[in-house]
């Protein structure tokens, strides 16, 4: 078991923060909001506590580790950060809709990107590097993903069954009938893209210790993608989905690359899964989006789950 | 309603999850070949470099074996893909380290070195970078070494190298890819060189990557009339900053940095590459025994010269490889348990020097590499304008 962990320690916890990245997508879903403003929040998170670890609180010492309390600082000036961002962009750029807000999101993506690649602060293209390590090992970092994502996990269930998430699903079935029947549409909607950019600023924030690094490689469009990839084939009409999908779609091309030391296999098959496991990968999605449009998990399975449960 | 929902079937996918992973535990100790671990990138858009370096390691691996291994114990090179980026490059280190290897050589890019290394250091796992040419990789830890000079101690060569081809030269126009790692590394060198030869250095152009059209910089820099152009980019960017130069009647010198060291670029500036200087850290035309082998069996097996990363790749095997012998003549490699042999290969390591395709090198204490040659290279484009060689001008 300890050998296991040392090996998939890394892969679990990225596992889990794909799983919230994927959450902080579905937030704005919630109310329709096509956002794909997610990487942009998680890179400012991520810069937020790589120039604070580095540059604001004094060195760690040798053979120490970094304190758990100033981890805990940048998460929250992470979370205030990017909250503020999420509002002043989320006013303006939520009164575009469908696939404009998608393009505006992009966007924003993109400039802080550039702005990352160009500021002193962020360490121009080669980043920031050697972050300090709050943990001794990779798979201890669950003492900090695990809480988040139940956290984050329990709130947006309970969010679902709230009035508030109930006023989401009726901005998201019918603006112009939740607006006739006084849904504050804007109101909704910044609460949502806000919601969504403070769990990715925070996740960003404890990526930047987990990755040892960061750069202006962290949360660009390609993220985007992947994200909105989670929360397809995981099921974009429950909060179930974005976490099963995070999780799965993130395990999957290192499950491949483990099967491939499976014993027992012909060789050319266990090159194969080493070679060809992004195909494989590729593959399985395509798969996935035909045979379960709605996502792996929707409503309806949940609720027939329930009826048989009773 | 919810309350009652039961997730049997996640629970159940769980199990076949962890079942089919730990399944991978189940090697066997075995006393034969010694493992020696390769990560780099295979897949994404890194996947052209990657793939020279696994073609030259796998070169090295053959080599090797077939001159007896480490005292007649074969050695196996165990392959993992970082892809191109920071949690790929910690996901195979991980692999290959839980492989049993005894050292790693990779990975490609110097970000991923940034993200991967630590891990390594953790474990204790000597790691020789094969392309990591960024400021502080050695410094990440005592087990972290490269074989790839540093772009501060190549790139400047070739600055000199356009002085003796033209002594006249006293301003220059320097470009550079903001958005590339590496590209806005190497400029500051060139930079630097620039202004320690005495030289006036007359304006500084940025682009990106994904441009194409450059108009603007050259007209601005060939207003200040300058006899030499530095060039930091990649391959198409760069090739066309090159091509657009000439096309607006610059006639000085091109020095090109690393991106543009690659045959790809003849398609993109055609005829108009001819002449380009870059510094080479590794030259095929090298007549050494070792490298003149090297290139043989490369051009049997790729039908071309090989090229730099292919070189480096097989360098850092080569120093596993023999730091293992000297190691193994002192102290059998069999009385030794996996960590003692990582920490004591590591010290091997450091303190040997090796006769690679690069030339002499060997490793300073913190385990920065030390090259006795570097080289530059001079573009000559043949008659139809598409194809070309680099020739060895130092």
Known sequence: ??????????????????????????????????????????????????????????????????????????????????????????????????????????????????????????????????????????????????????????????????????????????????????????????????????????????????????????????????????????????????????????????????????????????????????????????????????????????KRLARRGT | MFKAYRPTRFILFLFILVAALSTQFVFAQDQEPIKIGVAVAQTSNVALLGQEQVIGAQIAEAYFNEKGGVNGRPIQLVLQDTAGDEAGAINAFTTIIADNVVGIVGPTLSQQAFSADPLAEQAQVPVLAPS???????????????????????????????????????????????????????????QETVTALGLNLATVQTFQTTDTDFSAQVTNALALNPQLAIVSGLAADGGNLVRQLREFGFTGLIVGGNGLNTANIFPVCQALCDGIIIAQAYSYAADTPINNEFRTIYKEQQGKEPPQFSAQAFAGVQVFVEALIRLDNIVPLETLDLATTRKLLNVFVLAGGYETPLGPISFTPTGEIVQAQYYVAQIKMNEDGQTGVFTFIR
């Open chain 1, 1 to 302: 078991m300890a050998e296991f962990i040392t090996t998939y320690g890394f892969l679990i916890v990225s596992m889990v923060f794909a799983a919230m990245l994927a959450l902080s997508l579905y937030l704005p879903l919630m109310t329709g909001q096509l956002s794909l403003a997610s990487p942009g929040f998680y890179a400012l998170g991520g810069y937020i506590a790589a120039v604070m670890s580095t540059k604001v609180f004094p060195p760690t010492p040798q053979g120490e580790i970094f304190p758990l309390v100033y981890l805990l600082i940048e998460m929250l000036v992470a979370a205030v950060a990017s909250a503020l961002l999420a509002v002043l962009i989320g006013i303006p750029a939520l009164r575009l809709r469908g696939i404009y807000l998608a393009l505006a999101t992009i966007a924003f993506v993109e400039v802080v990107r550039v702005l990352s690649l160009n500021l002193e602060i962020t360490g121009k293209a080669i980043g920031i590097f050697g972050i300090p390590q709050p943990f001794l090992n990779k798979f201890e970092y669950m003492w900090i993903a695990a809480p988040m994502l139940i956290l984050s996990t329990w709130f947006v269930y309970r969010l679902e069954r709230s009035r508030v998430g109930r006023a989401f699903a009726a901005l998201r079935e019918d603006e112009l009938a939740a607006t006739a029947m006084g849904v504050n549409p804007t109101y909704n909607k910044v609460l949502s893209f806000t919601m969504g950019a403070v769990l990715a600023g925070v996740v960003g924030a404890v990526s930047a210790h987990f990755l040892n690094t960061w750069n202006a490689r962290q949360g660009t469009f390609d993220a985007a993608i992947l994200y909105l990839a989670f929360v397809i084939i995981g099921g974009s009409r429950t909060y179930l989905g974005p976490v099963l999908g995070g999780l799965l779609l993130t395990a999957l091309p290192e499950v491949l690359r483990a099967l491939a030391g499976v014993e027992f296999l012909p060789a050319f098959v266990a090159q194969f899964l080493v070679d060809g496991r992004l195909i494989i990968y590729g593959l399985l999605i395509a798969l996935a989006t035909i045979f379960f449009p709605q996502g792996l998990i929707t409503p309806t399975m949940l």
């Open chain 2, 132 to 190: 990591n040419t960024a400021r502080g990789i050695p410094e990440i830890g005592e087990y972290i070494g490269r074989v790839s000079a540093p772009v501060a101690v190549v790139a400047p060569n070739a600055v000199r190298a356009a002085l003796e081809l033209d002594p006249n030269i006293k301003d220059v126009a320097v470009f550079y890819a903001q958005n590339d790692a590496f590209a806005s590394s190497e400029t500051t060198t060139f």
